[in-house]
């Protein structure tokens, strides 16, 4: 391998590294230390609240799962609020960056697989039932991923709770005072359990990031 080869490996040996070099994505600084905290640790639990349109799914959760398939070697499940965010959300990001990615990986409507065998999926439900069954095991470590988690039914919290998972990632905009997600941020014996990071929108305005601040302060005046 030349210098600069080795370089690269050592690079995207990271998760921020590889979502930078390998996929070509500028990170904001609360976007990498999500990524660094979800990943620091043999099992780590990280949530993330965000506003809307600051890279949660795009950035954070497309670098988790392309990282966790190629460099951990995972298999990854992701579930959001609605079909919608996944299917409609989600996967286009994530076949944004196929082109990248050898003949052996399948990009289909809701998995991806590797060498025949499927290694990512995304789904919605509202059937706990529907959860079962997700597990790490010695040949393949677990990442899960809940979007959208406000509005994630607590039935399902309980049973990716049950699959005990490597990684667990939840994200999402604030909705009300109720819910799983919320006793994540607000109730001592879930809160603890977690790493917890906030990415408000005003945090990703120009000229440094992509936002327009008049676009947020006009929804504020609005909405409060």
């Known amino acids: 391998m030349t210098d600069k080869e080795i370089q690269l490996a050592k690079d995207i040996s990271t998760p921020d590294g590889y979502a930078e070099k390998r996929l070509g994505i500028k990170l904001h600084p609360i976007q990498r230390e999500v990524l660094k905290s979800l990943f620091s640790k043999t099992k780590s639990k990280v949530s993330m609240r965000c506003g809307n349109e600051v890279g949660k799914t795009k950035v954070v959760c497309v670098s988790s799962i ?13 579930t959001s609020a609605t079909h919608r965010q996944v299917i409609k959300q989600l996967i286009p990001y994530l076949k944004e960056h196929s082109s990248k990615y050898g003949s052996n990986w399948e990009w289909l409507d809701n998995q991806i697989k590797i060498n025949g065998e499927m ?9 706990d039932s529907k959860w079962q069954g997700w597990h790490e095991t ?4 677990l990442l899960i991923i809940v979007d959208e988690a406000a509005g994630v039914a607590d039935e399902i919290f309980q049973s990716i709770g049950r699959c005990n998972p490597t990684w667990l990632l939840v994200c999402g905009s604030p909705i009300g005072p109720e819910g799983v ?8 014996s879930m809160y603890k359990q977690f790493s917890h990071f906030h990415l408000p929108k005003y945090s990703c305005c120009k000229p440094d990031w992509w936002l327009e601040k008049k676009d947020i302060d006009d929804f504020v005046a609005m909405w409060g």
């Not at 990512?120 to 059937?127: A, E, K, L, Q």
């Not at 997600?181 to 001592?188: A, D, P, Q």
Request: glycine letters at 6%.
């Open 66 to 78: 392309l990282y966790a398939l190629e460099i951990l070697g995972a298999k990854c499940v992701s």
């Open 138 to 141: 010695v040949e393949y470590p």
């Open 119 to 127: 290694r990512y999926i995304g789904y919605s439900t509202s059937d």
């Open 181 to 188: 997600w919320f006793s994540i941020e607000r109730e001592e």
